[in-house]
């Protein structure tokens, strides 16, 4: 039996998070919720609506640091539930492996992924959810869009620091690319 891991030792005070995020790349989770029809097909993506420190409204996936003794599984779990709720049910594999990785960094003309506070590592996945999802925490709302809308260049201009590309890539793994 594992034991769950204690959060509360694992976070960083916010002056020792700047500190870190001035050092040393920071590993993060990037998931993709989708919703799949009974072949196992993606028929819609999950798309949280998040108000943005300067006001503005920008969609977004799923995304959030892994904690120090923190499995990956575990970050994704934890990241899926506080975003979409205790009852999203996301289908995690026992050893989920990343679709790709992106690396975000300060400058948007390194990768074309871009996060202004770090340079961050990120192992992206397509999870699969059965439940309802309700969105929290500092999401505004999820909206369920088909593969064909979230490809078109509106929403990918609605989505910040590359996420928009991040959703293609997803895509085009699944082989949904026209």
């Known amino acids: 039996?594992?034991?769950?891991?204690?959060?509360?030792?694992?976070?960083?005070?916010?002056?020792?998070?700047?500190?870190?995020?001035?050092?040393?790349?920071?590993?993060?989770?990037?998931?993709?919720?989708?919703?799949?029809?009974?072949?196992?097909?993606?028929?819609?993506?999950?798309?949280?609506?998040?108000?943005?420190?300067?006001?503005?409204?920008?969609?977004?996936?799923?995304?959030?640091?892994v904690l120090y003794g923190e499995r990956v599984r575990d970050a994704l779990l934890r990241h899926l539930e506080k975003d979409l709720g205790p009852v999203a049910l996301p289908r995690v594999a026992p050893s989920p492996q990343p679709f790709t990785v992106v690396e975000y960094f300060p400058d948007p003309q390194v990768t074309g992924f871009h996060d202004p506070r770090q340079h961050a590592v990120s192992l992206a996945f397509i999870v699969p959810l059965d439940g309802d999802c309700s969105p929290s925490q500092e999401a505004l709302d999820l909206v369920w869009v088909t593969p064909e809308q979230a490809l078109s260049p509106q929403f990918e201009a609605e989505m910040e620091g590359g996420q928009g590309r991040l959703v293609r890539m997803a895509l085009a793994h699944c082989g949904l690319l026209p």
């Not at 009974?38 to 006001?55: K, V």
């Open 1 to 65: 039996m594992s034991e769950m891991l204690d959060t509360r030792g694992a976070w960083l005070r916010d002056d020792e998070l700047a500190s870190a995020r001035e050092r040393l790349p920071i590993v993060y989770i990037d998931a993709v919720p989708v919703r799949t029809d009974p072949r196992g097909e993606i028929s819609s993506i999950g798309l949280l609506l998040r108000a943005m420190p300067d006001g503005s409204i920008s969609r977004a996936i799923v995304s959030g640091r």
